[in-house]
């Protein structure tokens, strides 16, 4: 017997953050008992998810790494209608694909889509310290003080502290600059509020890695390319840092 919430993350129905908030609102059931947060359950039990009975048999687990483009959101509906990355992803028949790490509408670059929930929760957990590294292009003259004090930290506009972890210049192009930027940490537009914190204007924003998953060169905007599974869960685990 296991939690239903491990069960249906195993399964590739979402990250367990996402299976407890269908269990708090009724929406799962186990032989047509409303489930409750605890609730268990074994391969032989009938467990459905807002009326629909979830497949017993668990299928192949999947990982790709996509390239998301500009323009495009990390949510599987937009009521405005704007194009979202799971528009561009292989279709399933009896799983679904979890994102890990969300990019905002102007940022692009490596985002991980996984079947596995419990790996996609493995990879976001704060405890996994993952570093992200993104390259940066930013307008402005950035002194030896804004790369110390970034490095430091800086207070955003919430009044939460946040800083690089490193800080690196690949190269200077008239009034523009090119910075790696490494951080841990995931909060919305970080890596923006950071810049904006020292008065540094981001013009471009492009994720080139999560821990030791790396964005092909080749792969172009709004591709995706699948690697082995058994490899990315090697990695998934491998790169958490000591």
């Not at 017997?1 to 908030?21: D, F, N, P, T």
């Not at 841990?184 to 492009?206: C, F, N, P």
């Amino acid at each position: 017997m296991q939690r239903v919430q491990k069960i249906l993350a195993e399964r590739g129905l979402g990250s367990r953050r996402q299976i407890e908030a269908w269990i708090k609102a009724g929406e799962v059931s186990i032989n047509g008992e409303t489930a409750v947060l605890g609730s268990k359950a074994s391969n032989s039990d009938t467990i459905k998810v807002r009326g629909r009975t979830v497949p017993s048999v668990k299928a192949e687990e999947q990982v790709i790494l996509y390239n998301k483009p500009e323009g495009q959101i990390c949510t599987r509906h937009d009521p405005e209608g704007r194009p979202t990355v799971f528009s561009s992803l292989p279709k399933l028949a009896k799983q679904r694909w979890v994102a890990v790490g969300r990019l905002d509408i102007n940022s692009s670059g490596l985002i991980i889509f996984t079947t596995d929930g419990e790996l996609a929760n493995k990879l976001m957990h704060p405890s996994a310290n993952l570093q992200r590294v993104y390259a940066v292009r930013v307008l402005g003259n950035v002194t030896t003080a804004t790369l110390e004090k970034i490095q430091r930290g800086v207070t955003l506009d919430d009044g939460t502290k946040a800083k690089f972890n490193n800080v690196k210049l690949v190269r200077k192009s008239g009034a523009n600059s090119w910075y790696h930027v490494t951080l841990t940490q995931g909060r919305y537009r970080e890596v923006r509020r950071i810049w904006s914190a020292v008065g540094i204007q981001v013009s471009r924003l492009i994720r080139i890695s999560y821990g030791d998953f790396v964005l092909p060169k080749d792969l172009a905007p709004g591709k995706y390319i699948a690697i082995d599974y058994a490899e990315a869960s090697r990695i998934g685990c491998s790169n958490k840092r000591k």
